[in-house]
């Protein structure tokens, strides 16, 4: 099956710097690709998303990437605030059954 | 607010006893999952439902059950507990069961077995 993994496992910024998170997979299948971030006590909340036929998305401060070859997809925060501090989540998924993989999670904190 | 509805949001039992996890999916959601939450395991896939049939099993152990009604709502079934299924359960919905659907998760249910 699809495996998913994502560093690091935590990172820490100073506020206003830049955050990025990797993640890559191992089935060339999966086409689907949401970010998601959880804050203490709360379900994951989607992000941002890229489908497998774009390289790119941005939106405002958030941008995720992908390469197909490399089989890999990273988020990008700019300006990073307090209030982004939570654990971020990469997935993936493929086939008609919308299964989710999902990476082990990276703790952000953003120091003001 | 994602529009997923999960109950109850904390729950204490003992170990040996059964429990039911209730999910109302976001209104017009078709497709259903669960998912575990533990903190060493990070998020792992349970079942997946679409209009009421199963569609996708992962992780899913044979002391754990679910179904999805005709009204769309949700029951996850724990039975013959045990210390380690003490997490998190989510549920998620979306609108179709396909690939390339976004899934949509509730607050989660605390489940401590002690």
């Known amino acids: 099956g699809e495996n998913v993994e994502q560093h690091p496992s935590t990172l820490s910024v100073q506020e206003g710097d830049s955050a990025v998170i990797k993640c890559t997979y191992s089935?060339?299948?999966?086409?689907?690709f949401p970010w998601y971030k959880q804050e203490l006590g709360k379900g994951p909340q989607l992000i941002i998303d890229?489908?497998?036929?774009?390289g790119e998305k941005k939106d405002q401060r958030i941008a995720v990437t992908l390469n197909k070859t490399a089989k890999h997809f990273s988020l990008h925060i700019t300006e990073t605030q307090p209030e982004d501090s939570a654990v971020y989540f990469c997935a993936a998924s493929k086939n008609n059954f919308n299964k989710f993989y999902f990476g082990s999670g990276t703790k952000l904190n953003v120091k003001p | 607010d994602s529009g997923v509805t999960q109950t109850p949001k904390h729950l204490i039992t003992a170990t040996g006893q059964r429990v039911t996890l209730r999910c109302s999916p976001r209104?017009?959601?078709?497709?259903v999952y669960w998912y575990q939450q533990s903190l060493d395991q990070g998020l792992q896939f349970l079942i997946q439902y679409y209009n009421g049939e199963e569609r996708a099993k992962g992780n899913i152990l044979e002391r754990f059950s679910a179904q999805q009604f005709p009204d769309l709502h949700s029951e996850l079934n724990l039975s013959s507990l045990e210390l380690g299924d003490s997490a998190l359960y989510f549920c998620a919905s979306s609108v179709e069961g396909n690939s390339g659907n976004t899934i949509y998760f509730g607050e989660g249910s605390w489940l401590t077995v002690v």
């Open positions: 890229i489908r497998s036929n774009v």
């Open positions: 089935d060339s299948a999966s086409n689907y």
């Open positions: 209104s017009g959601d078709l497709s």
